[in-house]
């Protein structure tokens, strides 16, 4: 017999991947370029360029073993020790090889990290509005995912549901600054508040709580700011990295977790992730992707489109009414539906080819998700959707 469960799962597929799968048949009636596909995270900036010809060159130099044999299960050194390396220059921290461990993504990294510190039956909280994947992530561990309502005036921590919470059974806290959906940048004085009290707990009740920090979004921050780096704030942190979205890589699947080094049993993590590996089956990361990556850490694609996006949708927005927190990051906005029911806003502005993405599965009702990692020329043709939408459904 096949397995039940996910016989089940296939009743609840993703909405942002219907929705895409949705703009794509659109687009073959009226041509893609004529659907405003606002569902799906999927880069629209190119690939570094460092990336691409270094790659090339590796293609021509490497031997066959070294590019497409087994990597080690640990990792390969020489992007651990460069990933540790560019984390300590940057964010002032004390990593070695040894705290780096290289995963698919993001979606690999978190994998291995609420494995390595979780058990069956533990909670895990995380905070709404959250990326949906959350569910899978999480529920798949066997641990519970218990959402923390979100805090809709800046969508930084509600610091009252958190503590509240914040029982023994709780073994990880799952944050994701900068967030999707929400584009909120977690500020040094929430990330200030949620490590003391979560040391206060740790004390209380006489056990480790984790931060699983999902940084996917970390590299995309407007108006010349740094997002502040979570780990610094508390010594029990994972950080969950991937370049899907910092190089436009997404297909590659590559990015790592990466262990504080003050934190509990620092030295046994990484080792430890490498046994998850052997069930779950993420296991060994590309080499030939790993080596591609290891020369270019600090840089990033060319991400200033996204923020000139941001900027458009946001005034207009602003101006047809709407009630919306400025993004601080990311390529999202989550802006309130201008009726109670978002499923049934989002289906009205499918009549205008506008594609967007109702906020239920992000916990958080009411609201609705546009995904703006489009090309500016088609953010700008939205606008007058969006407002021909608006004024004929909501005069
Ligand atoms: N976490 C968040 C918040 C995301 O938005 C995504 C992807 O969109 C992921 C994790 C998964 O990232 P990756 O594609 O690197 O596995």
């Known amino acids: 017999m096949v397995t039940q469960k996910y016989k089940d799962m296939l009743q609840k597929k993703s909405v942002i991947r219907t929705l895409s799968e949705f703009a794509t048949k659109r687009g073959q009636e009226i041509g893609y370029e004529n659907v405003f596909d606002y569902s799906l995270g999927n880069p629209s900036v190119p690939v570094v360029q460092d990336y691409t010809d270094n790659t090339i060159r590796l293609l021509q130099t490497k031997t066959s073993s070294e590019l497409h044999g087994y990597s080690p299960s640990v990792g390969l050194p020489s992007f651990k020790e460069k990933v540790a390396a560019s984390l300590n220059k940057r964010f002032d921290m004390n990593y070695t090889a040894n705290h780096i461990f290289p995963t698919s993504g993001a979606a690999g990294a978190l994998a291995h990290a609420l494995r390595a510190v979780t058990s069956p039956g533990d909670d895990v909280l995380t905070f709404a509005p959250y990326f949906p994947e959350y569910n899978c992530y999480v529920g798949m561990t066997g641990a519970n995912l218990r959402v923390v309502p979100a805090n809709t005036a800046d969508f930084q921590v509600d610091f009252e549901q958190f503590e509240k919470m914040l029982t023994s059974n709780v073994s990880a806290v799952l944050i994701n600054t900068p967030n999707n959906p929400s584009g909120a940048v977690y500020s040094a004085e929430t990330l200030k508040k949620l490590a003391q009290l979560m040391e206060d707990k740790q004390k209380e009740y006489g056990h480790d709580i984790f931060i699983i920090s999902d940084e996917p979004y970390r590299e995309i921050v407007f108006d010349g700011k740094k997002a502040p780096y979570v780990s610094k704030f508390y010594d029990n942190t994972l950080s969950c990295y991937s370049f899907s979205k910092s190089l436009s890589l997404p297909g590659e699947r590559i990015g790592y977790v990466a262990v504080n080094p003050t934190c509990t049993d620092a030295d046994l993590l990484v080792p430890m992730m490498s046994q998850i590996s052997r069930g779950i089956g993420h296991n060994c990361p590309s080499s030939l992707i790993m080596m591609g990556v290891e020369d270019v850490l600090d840089e990033t694609s060319d991400m200033t489109v996204y923020e000139t996006n941001m900027n458009l949708l946001y005034d207009k927005l602003i101006e047809l009414g709407f009630s919306c927190v ?61 407002e021909r939408f608006v004024k004929t459904e909501y005069p």
């Open 326 to 386: 400025r993004p601080s990051g990311t390529f999202y906005i989550f802006p309130k539906a201008l009726e109670e029911d978002a499923v049934a806003f989002c289906n009205k502005a499918l009549k205008y080819d506008l594609v967007l993405v109702p906020s239920d599965s992000f916990g958080c009702p009411g609201y609705f998700r546009m995904a703006y990692c489009i090309d500016t020329e088609k953010v700008v043709r939205s606008l007058d959707a969006l």
